[in-house]
């Protein structure tokens, strides 16, 4: 990086500070899962493949938080430890979304300050699980 201060060079070229994990956010979670929806009953191959890269990439930061904490060095050694986190909802690759809301609903207090506001009101309630089993 030759246009980098000196002074902020070592800052930037440590890998342990590159880049860190993303904020859990149940509310765009829930959004991409209703992309997947409707376009899969659209039959709209594109849209659901786009849909469902984005959900894939939700998911993580929603596991996160119940999961001890790890530091990787590339997105693969990133993929690696997500599909080794020892708390996930049983059932969850076959049901992705609604097993990770029903993993999370327990935790919504604990989670509270993570997430965005009323999310864990809704999740003590079952909303987003009643959005993603019963439809848009």
């Known amino acids: ?6 002074a902020y060079e070592a800052a930037l070229t440590d890998p342990r500070v590159l880049q860190l994990a993303g904020s859990p956010n149940l509310e765009d979670f829930v959004e991409v899962t209703a992309k997947v929806k409707n376009a899969f009953a659209a039959g709209d191959e594109l849209a659901l493949r786009l849909a469902a890269q984005d959900l894939a990439g939700w998911a993580p930061s929603l596991l996160r938080p119940l999961n ?3 530091v990787v060095a590339s997105r693969a050694a990133a993929l690696r430890a997500i599909l080794d986190f020892s708390v996930v909802p049983s059932g969850y690759r076959q049901d992705m979304p609604v097993g990770i809301i029903d993993l999370l609903a327990p935790h ?3 989670l509270a300050g993570q997430l965005e506001p009323d999310l864990p009101r809704f999740l003590r309630d079952g909303r987003p699980r009643r959005y993603l089993r019963h439809g848009m």
């Open 1 to 6: 990086m030759l246009w980098v201060a000196a």
């Open 68 to 70: 001890p904490p790890v």
């Open 108 to 110: 919504a207090e604990e």
